[in-house]
């Protein structure tokens, strides 16, 4: 039987990279999926690929009311609601986060509200109706090596590293609390992976020469958005269903390697 059979899903950030990627094997895995994205364009786009299974939600994650609309059109759609994924934030880079003695007020405000505030929305959002519906169900948020695990020369933003932090921290809280009523919360925390925001990255020869010996596995490469697949399908399914709070990372190698740094 498929690993989400009867399950239905919402993955807020889920039009494009690696929510796009996740609700694909969701569907595949006999989930239905309500996809959340902030561009239109690209929530038609997904809907296509993803096909009957899914449906599509315009909407911005730092709105409180956009998680709140995407589960209630899964439970209207779909009769049920099991797990929601947040997959939606990003770099605050050209807001102006940076180093500490660099970082404006504006790119500080900005790349919480992205990372941190949305998550939260999404969180409260998903727990409050299981909690409603008195069912168990799955949170898992989206972290990254870079809360606990620095790259001084090349991946210097300090407000997003804050964040990234945080989620670990409010996810651990959450799950100790919620644990009795069978809601689990997890975080999956990527290094660098080929999406949209990484394109600085994968365009600068040095990094990548870094990222060879940073992330070694399979070569020593960028991670693709399938990479974190597997995890995600595991958290999401009931074969986690004895595992809360924990912080899953899917790096490549980062965060037990050293890096080299040319020059």
């Known amino acids: 039987m498929p690993r989400l059979q009867n399950k239905a899903i919402v993955i807020v950030g889920g039009t494009t990279g690696l929510g796009l990627s996740a609700a694909r094997a969701c569907v595949e895995q006999g989930a239905k999926v309500v996809v959340v994205g902030r561009n239109a364009d690209s929530g038609k786009a997904a809907a296509l690929i993803l096909g009957n299974d899914a449906c599509c939600v315009e909407g911005d994650a730092i709105d409180p009311a956009t998680a709140r609309v995407a589960i209630d059109l899964c439970l209207e759609r779909f009769g049920r ?94 799950a100790a609390y919620y644990a009795a009523n069978d809601i689990r919360f997890n975080v999956i925390a990527p290094a660098l992976v080929e999406t949209p925001m990484a394109k600085r990255a994968a365009e600068d020869q040095a990094i990548l020469k870094f990222i060879h010996t940073k992330q070694p596995l399979d070569g020593g490469r960028i991670g693709h958005a399938s990479d974190l697949d597997g995890a995600v399908l595991w958290l999401l399914s009931d074969e986690s269903q004895f595992v809360t709070g924990q912080t899953i990372v899917v790096d490549g190698g980062w965060s037990v390697s050293e890096g080299q740094l040319s020059g």
Not at 92 to 106: C, F, S
Not at 117 to 140: E, P, Q, Y
């Open 81 to 174: 609601f099991d797990a929601l994924y947040h997959v939606a934030g990003g770099s605050g880079r050209k807001m102006g986060d940076g180093p500490l003695h660099q970082i404006t007020d504006e790119g500080w405000s900005y790349t919480f509200a992205l990372n941190l505030t949305s998550a939260f929305n999404s969180s409260r959002a998903a727990c409050n109706t299981f909690l409603d519906r008195k069912t168990s169900g799955s949170i898992l948020l989206m972290g990254s090596v870079l809360g606990f695990s620095p790259s001084p020369k090349y991946f210097v933003t300090h407000a997003y590293a804050a964040t990234k932090s945080a989620v670990v921290g409010f996810v651990k809280s959450c």
